[in-house]
């Protein structure tokens, strides 16, 4: 088909066809998961935001994407959960507050730790550094380098230092999201 047919096409396609996306949501307690999932979904800041007891389940629909969302509580006894969570899923979001050194260990500790799950290989990482908006936070680097995420192999890895309350930078995680969409 000629280039001009082939992209009316496509646009025309994109009306009627909606495509999928299955993620799952994890990371420490506090670090900004159901608070992402809230700004995506709704458009909704919230400083008051419930800690998360096992899991939520949301459906986001972003143009002709429909993003089926697991937000999985971060607390020490719910993340053996996490693996059977991310399992099948399109994409894994690990989110960090980027503000919050102290924890960082712990985080790559268990992102490692879930990733080398047999059952997870290759599932596509997106890390997302949370809370920029807070004076000090720790940059894409600085969470690359926390989180040793250059050490990670065999699945597509992206990082991006983002804010819920601000909303920076989501524009671009939901084009990486969409883009695991089929
Ligand atoms: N300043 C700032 N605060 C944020 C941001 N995102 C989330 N928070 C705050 O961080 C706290 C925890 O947010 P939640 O979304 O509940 O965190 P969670 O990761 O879902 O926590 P669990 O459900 O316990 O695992 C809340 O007080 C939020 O208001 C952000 O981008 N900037
Ligand atoms: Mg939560």
């Given amino acids: 088909m000629a280039p001009f047919f ?9 009306l009627f066809f909606t ?13 900004g998961k159901t608070s992402f999932v809230n700004v995506i979904g709704s458009g909704q800041w919230s400083e008051d935001v419930v800690p998360t007891v096992a899991f939520n389940f949301r459906k986001v629909r972003k143009g002709n994407v429909v993003l089926k969302i697991w937000d999985v509580a971060g607390q020490p006894k719910f993340r053996s959960m996490w693996e059977r969570y991310c399992h099948g899923v399109d994409a894994i979001v690990f989110v960090v507050d980027s503000i919050d050194r102290d924890k960082f260990e712990t985080a790559r500790f268990e992102l490692h730790a879930l990733i080398s799950q047999p059952s997870l290989s290759g599932v596509p990482l997106l890390v997302l550094g949370n809370k920029n908006d807070i004076h000090g936070h720790t940059d894409v680097q600085g969470l690359i380098r926390a989180l040793q995420l250059d050490k990670i192999t065999g699945r597509p890895v992206s990082c991006y230092s983002c804010s819920m309350k601000s909303q920076h930078n989501l524009d671009i995680v939901l084009q990486w999201l969409s883009s695991r969409s089929h």
């Fill in 6 to 14: 082939s992209s009316i096409f496509q646009w025309i396609a994109g």
């Fill in 19 to 31: 495509k999928a996306a299955e993620i799952a949501v994890v990371g420490l307690q506090a670090s």
